[in-house]
């Protein structure tokens, strides 16, 4: 069985950096042919597709979030890893880390994914 958690802080200032880790046990995140999203949700709104990381170590992301996004992975310890920066209350959500067994074709669609962490919430205010 498969599992994702996410960690990281649950409060950030305007202007900094979110950091965000997602921790995968029960497969590793270099099997072929995975790929590893973020995908966030706004209070009020749908589902918002960030950005993944594919089994190869090759990144994609989101355009509308491209030139503030990051993602990485340490193989070592099965960790894949979301950098969000100069961020605003608007990038306010809560933030999953999700598995697909391909590169997800309709990335807000919530069957893309077998599976998920249980999500966790940031919020950016001063």
């Known amino acids: 069985q498969v599992q994702l958690q996410e960690s990281g802080p649950g409060l950030v200032k305007p202007s900094q950096t979110l950091s965000l880790t997602c921790t995968v046990s029960?497969?590793?995140?270099?099997?072929?042919?995975?790929?590893w999203s973020w995908i966030r949700q706004p209070p009020g709104k749908g589902l918002e597709w960030m950005g993944a990381?594919?089994?190869?170590?090759?990144?994609y992301y989101s355009p509308s979030l491209k030139s503030r996004t990051s993602i990485s992975r340490d193989t070592s310890k099965n960790q894949f890893t979301l950098q969000l920066s100069s961020v605003t209350p608007e990038d306010t959500a809560v933030y999953y880390c999700a598995r697909s067994g391909r590169f997800p074709s309709r990335p807000e669609a919530p069957d893309e994914y077998d599976y998920w962490g249980q999500g966790t919430q940031v919020t950016v205010s001063s």
């Open positions: 029960g497969g590793s995140i270099t099997t072929n042919y995975y790929y």
């Open positions: 990381i594919a089994y190869s170590g090759s990144t």
